[in-house]
């Protein structure tokens, strides 16, 4: 069983930045895709950024050139790199893992909030 746990959450001004961190229980950057989610109330949970086991990144275009994913295998921690925070980037985050050949090896972290406002 994988477990992830986030932190780094909380509230900053915009402009400004954070970085979240997702610890893993194990070691699975070999075989899982880590990504970063978001949702609002009410809304649907989105892909933020991805990272792939052969270290390829993707994001969603509200995100391109401020956030930043990446991974430490030494610590078996994902994070991401919050920059040029907005308001609309309020959300609560949540780590994801999942396999890249069995897609029902599936896992999420409880979430961290993350809130911008002045």
């Known amino acids: 069983q994988v477990q992830l746990v986030e932190s780094g959450g909380g509230l900053v001004q915009p402009g400004g930045s954070l970085r979240l961190s997702c610890a893993t229980s194990v070691n699975i950057f070999k075989f899982y895709i880590m990504g970063w989610y978001r949702q609002a109330p009410g809304k649907q949970r989105e892909l933020v950024a991805s990272?792939?086991?052969?270290?390829?990144?993707d994001y969603a275009d509200s995100v391109k050139g401020r956030f930043t994913i990446s991974r430490d295998s030494t610590k078996n921690t994902v994070y991401l790199q919050m920059n040029s925070l907005k308001p609309e980037d309020t959300d609560v985050y949540y780590c994801?893992?999942?396999?890249?050949?069995?897609?029902?090896?599936?896992?999420w972290g409880q979430g961290t909030q993350v809130t911008v406002s002045s």
């Open positions: 994801n893992a999942r396999h890249q050949l069995l897609s029902k090896y599936n896992y």
């Open positions: 990272i792939t086991t052969g270290d390829s990144a």
